[in-house]
């Protein structure tokens, strides 16, 4: 009779051991942001160790706190509408049509490489081959041929952020799986309906895959652009300081920068979730 | 060659013929496999016939050449009067995987056919219709539910829903439901079986499963490898309908180990 019993365990059951449970590792019970927070301070704490013990010379690395002056001084002049934001704008303006240029050229440049055969024979191989040229070469070109403004960031921008968009959106297109060519197929489709119904839906999660590697590479080329070829953006600032030997305002310039990209980066992320609302996230990786 | 022509069709419910194919052979280019050799066959209005045989001996592609997927290398296929030169309204399909699009709704994914053949207006007047259908596969209430939080049989009852919205006049299946577990294969068969009735619809299905073609089919195409080729057609004069409690029967037990008998003859060639 007692043996019908056991479903509930009792108090002899728990001391002899008998209850088996699952146990949660010690990070899965952690909150994100205490993790988070934890990495953030031992960052800041060796950072600290090493420059008050002056194992470093303060013009290779400042100390935290005089970064932080500098960031507050750098803060205070974008808010105010100093010089910096001026910069600051004009590099955003070229993230901004590198961007678009690029999604629009990848997007074109894929579509023709993932859907049609000739594009995926004659024209596929030059576009690998360019992409494993090292781009931000092609950026004295780009100042020749464009001069010393934004155009020429524009155009290095996009250069570097067409190839990850090409490849997802070829990719992309060729995710569809067998059975769902052959059910479009016999619902007589056309070419066109089961490329824009089918292919690219289903390929969206690559695409946006491309998209973000883009986004990442169209601030490295803005940023390359501006150091190479001059002009009033806030990659020549973050130059000037640099060679002025003003580590702090490096450091706080380039913070400010990778805030920019990180708003652009989850512009893109938010833009997928809505769009590609059945796709599992996935954190931390680009398909996420 | 073996050819089965002119079947007959004694037994089961006759109709007038719908599918004729003569002498279709079909030959893959690419690796020059003869995957069909002289294929005839006739399927009567109303009728359900079974295509079984060994992996790789051609099914498949028989299907495809019906449904107007790919052309034969030689031969007629006439459905409906009307030579078949590719894919048309009156056939519907449906394969293994349920194949549903993730990014619409379960009704959405329904009147998916219509969209694509008469625009989206027609597809929106085509929705009460599409309730109507999952309502007979049991599927009221998920009407607006995406395909990820349906389950595998469920996937599949919307696919039926889908095959079935364009009105076909022959449904081509292509080992439908092997993806599901035994249970609710059993069960979506009787679902077939209803669905057929009720729709007048002629049925041809490829399956794995003897068990399975014996209790839905009329006529069983048994076919033999390399070439691909019709082996016989059985006739199965079980009554109809049909129902589950049959496959304890012995004269179900004896279809069934007739066909066994006729597919391990066919390994040995
Ligand atoms: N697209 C193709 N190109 C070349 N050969 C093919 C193609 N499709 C099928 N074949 C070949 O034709 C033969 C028949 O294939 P088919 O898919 O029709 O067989 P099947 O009876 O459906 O097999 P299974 O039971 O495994 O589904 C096989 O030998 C296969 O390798
Ligand atoms: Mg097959």
């Given at each position: 009779?007692?043996?019908?019993?056991?479903?509930?365990?009792?108090?002899?059951?728990?001391?002899?051991?008998?209850?088996?449970?699952q146990?949660?590792?010690?990070?899965?019970?952690?909150?994100?942001?205490?993790?988070?927070?934890?990495?953030?301070?031992?960052?800041?704490?060796?950072?600290?160790?090493?420059?008050s013990?002056?194992?470093?010379?303060p013009?290779?690395?400042?100390?935290?706190?005089?970064?932080l002056?500098?960031?507050?001084?750098?803060?205070?002049?974008?808010?105010?509408?100093?010089?910096?934001?001026?910069?600051?704008?004009?590099?955003?303006?070229?993230?901004?049509?590198?961007?678009?240029?690029?999604?629009?050229?990848?997007?074109?440049?894929?579509?023709?490489?993932?859907?049609t055969?000739?594009?995926e024979?004659?024209v596929?191989?030059?576009?690998v081959?360019?992409?494993?040229?090292?781009?931000?070469?092609?950026?004295?070109?780009?100042?020749?041929?464009?001069?010393?403004?934004?155009?020429?960031?524009?155009?290095?921008?996009?250069?570097?952020?067409?190839?990850?968009?090409?490849?997802?959106?070829?990719?992309g297109?060729?995710?569809?799986?067998?059975?769902?060519?052959?059910?479009?197929?016999?619902?007589?489709?056309?070419?066109?309906?089961?490329?824009?119904k089918?292919?690219?839906?289903?390929?969206l999660?690559?695409?946006?895959?491309?998209?973000?590697?883009?986004?990442?590479?169209?601030m490295?080329?803005?940023?390359?652009?501006?150091?190479?070829?001059?002009?009033?953006?806030?990659?020549?600032?973050?130059?000037?300081a640099?060679?002025?030997l003003?580590?702090?305002?490096?450091?706080?310039?380039?913070?400010?920068?990778?805030?920019?990209?990180?708003?652009?980066?989850?512009?893109?992320?938010?833009?997928?979730?809505?769009v590609?609302?059945?796709?599992?996230?996935?954190?931390?990786?680009?398909?996420? | 060659?073996?050819?089965?022509?002119?079947?007959?069709?004694?037994?089961?419910?006759?109709?007038?013929?719908?599918?004729?194919?003569?002498?279709?052979?079909?030959?893959?280019?690419?690796?020059s496999?003869?995957?069909?050799?002289?294929?005839?066959?006739?399927?009567?209005?109303?009728?359900?016939?079974?295509?079984?045989?060994?992996?790789?001996?051609?099914?498949?592609?028989?299907?495809?050449?019906?449904?107007g997927?790919?052309?034969?290398t030689?031969?007629?296929?006439?459905?409906?009067?009307?030579?078949?030169?590719?894919?048309?309204?009156?056939?519907?399909?449906?394969?293994?995987?349920?194949?549903?699009?993730?990014?619409?709704?379960?009704?959405?994914?329904?009147?998916?056919?219509?969209?694509?053949?008469?625009?989206?207006?027609?597809?929106?007047?085509?929705?009460?219709?599409?309730?109507?259908?999952?309502?007979?596969?049991?599927?009221?209430?998920?009407?607006?539910?995406?395909?990820?939080?349906?389950?595998?049989?469920?996937?599949?009852?919307?696919s039926?829903?889908?095959?079935?919205?364009?009105?076909?006049?022959?449904?081509?299946?292509?080992?439908?439901?092997?993806?599901?577990?035994?249970?609710?294969?059993?069960?979506?068969?009787?679902?077939?079986q209803?669905?057929c009735?009720?729709?007048?619809?002629?049925?041809?299905?490829?399956?794995?499963?003897?068990?399975?073609?014996?209790?839905?089919?009329?006529?069983?195409?048994?076919?033999?490898?390399?070439?691909?080729?019709?082996?016989?057609?059985?006739?199965?004069d079980?009554?109809?309908?049909?129902?589950?409690?049959?496959?304890?029967?012995?004269?179900?037990?004896?279809?069934?180990?007739?066909?066994?008998?006729?597919?391990?003859?066919?390994?040995?060639m």
């Amino acid at each position: 009779m007692t043996e019908y019993q056991t479903n509930a365990p009792t108090d002899a059951d728990t001391a002899q051991d008998t209850v088996w449970e699952q146990e949660v590792a010690f990070i899965d019970a952690v909150p994100r942001w205490i993790a988070m927070t934890f990495v953030f301070v031992v960052f800041i704490g060796t950072w600290q160790l090493v420059t008050s013990f002056g194992l470093v010379s303060p013009i290779i690395l400042p100390t935290p706190m005089e970064t932080l002056k500098d960031m507050i001084f750098v803060g205070q002049n974008l808010l105010t509408g100093g010089y910096m934001l001026v910069s600051l704008w004009i590099t955003i303006q070229e993230v901004i049509y590198g961007f678009a240029l690029a999604i629009a050229i990848g997007f074109s440049l894929g579509v023709l490489v993932g859907e049609t055969a000739f594009g995926e024979k004659a024209v596929m191989p030059y576009l690998v081959a360019i992409d494993t040229m090292p781009k931000v070469a092609f950026a004295p070109l780009f100042v020749a041929w464009l001069g010393f403004g934004i155009e020429s960031k524009v155009a290095l921008a996009a250069f570097i952020a067409t190839f990850p968009i090409v490849v997802g959106t070829a990719a992309g297109l060729h995710a569809a799986d067998e059975n769902a060519r052959m059910l479009f197929k016999t619902m007589g489709a056309s070419r066109m309906q089961t490329l824009i119904k089918m292919k690219l839906p289903t390929g969206l999660p690559q695409i946006f895959t491309g998209l973000k590697i883009g986004a990442v590479g169209v601030m490295a080329g803005a940023i390359t652009g501006e150091f190479l070829g001059g002009g009033k953006g806030f990659g020549e600032l973050i130059r000037v300081a640099a060679s002025q030997l003003n580590t702090p305002r490096v450091f706080s310039l380039i913070l400010y920068l990778s805030v920019v990209g990180l708003v652009l980066y989850l512009l893109v992320q938010w833009t997928q979730r809505r769009v590609v609302f059945w796709q599992k996230e996935s954190v931390g990786s680009y398909d996420g | 060659m073996n050819t089965a022509t002119a079947h007959d069709y004694s037994g089961a419910p006759l109709g007038a013929p719908v599918y004729e194919l003569t002498q279709v052979s079909k030959t893959y280019a690419r690796n020059s496999v003869v995957a069909l050799e002289n294929v005839s066959l006739t399927l009567r209005k109303g009728s359900f016939t079974s295509v079984i045989g060994s992996s790789g001996c051609g099914k498949s592609t028989l299907l495809k050449i019906m449904a107007g997927l790919i052309p034969p290398t030689k031969g007629r296929v006439i459905l409906q009067n009307q030579p078949v030169k590719g894919p048309r309204r009156d056939i519907g399909m449906m394969f293994q995987q349920a194949t549903l699009f993730p990014w619409k709704t379960a009704v959405e994914n329904i009147v998916l056919p219509i969209e694509i053949r008469d625009g989206k207006a027609a597809a929106k007047k085509a929705m009460d219709k599409a309730h109507e259908l999952l309502e007979i596969v049991g599927l009221k209430g998920f009407e607006n539910v995406y395909p990820n939080e349906l389950s595998g049989g469920m996937a599949q009852r919307a696919s039926i829903c889908r095959m079935l919205i364009t009105e076909p006049a022959v449904l081509l299946l292509d080992e439908p439901f092997s993806a599901l577990d035994e249970l609710s294969r059993d069960m979506m068969n009787m679902e077939l079986q209803r669905i057929c009735r009720e729709q007048d619809a002629t049925a041809f299905l490829v399956t794995h499963s003897i068990q399975e073609a014996v209790i839905l089919s009329d006529d069983i195409v048994v076919m033999k490898p390399r070439p691909g080729r019709i082996a016989e057609v059985v006739t199965v004069d079980l009554p109809r309908p049909r129902t589950l409690d049959m496959m304890t029967t012995p004269k179900f037990g004896e279809i069934v180990d007739h066909i066994r008998g006729m597919l391990d003859k066919g390994e040995d060639m």
